[in-house]
């Protein structure tokens, strides 16, 4: 299965496999993501398969957010490494 991506306004969902394979769908849907949105909510509830390159690129994503000040929501169901990833991250910038 190959990476899809969709959206609607600020609503992203993403589909498929996100690995180091395909990183470059995932960078070049969303090069310009923050140019024309004040936030960007990401469902991840259809990725089925994530590798470390994926949840960087996920991570990468989050700070250019952060950098800008845009508020981003990572949600969905699933995919559990993801989700403790960001929570240990946001536990450890919290101290």
């Known amino acids: 299965m190959e990476l899809t991506i969709t959206?609607?306004?600020?609503?992203?969902?993403?589909?498929?496999?996100?690995?180091?394979?395909?990183?470059?769908?995932?960078?070049?849907?969303?090069?310009?993501?923050?140019?024309?949105?004040?936030?960007?909510?990401i469902n991840l509830s259809g990725l089925d398969v994530v590798d470390?390159?994926?949840?960087?690129?996920?991570?990468q994503l989050?700070?250019?957010?952060?950098?800008l000040a845009i508020p981003l929501s990572i949600i969905g169901s699933g995919q559990t490494?993801?989700?403790?990833?960001f929570k240990t991250e946001a536990l450890t910038s919290s101290s």
């Open 62 to 67: 989050q700070k250019e957010a952060k950098r």
């Open 52 to 59: 470390q390159f994926g949840v960087q690129a996920l991570e």
């Open 7 to 41: 959206h609607y306004n600020n609503y992203f969902k993403i589909k498929g496999i996100l690995t180091k394979h395909n990183l470059d769908v995932f960078y070049n849907y969303f090069q310009d993501v923050f140019d024309d949105r004040d936030r960007i909510t």
């Open 81 to 85: 490494a993801i989700y403790d990833h």
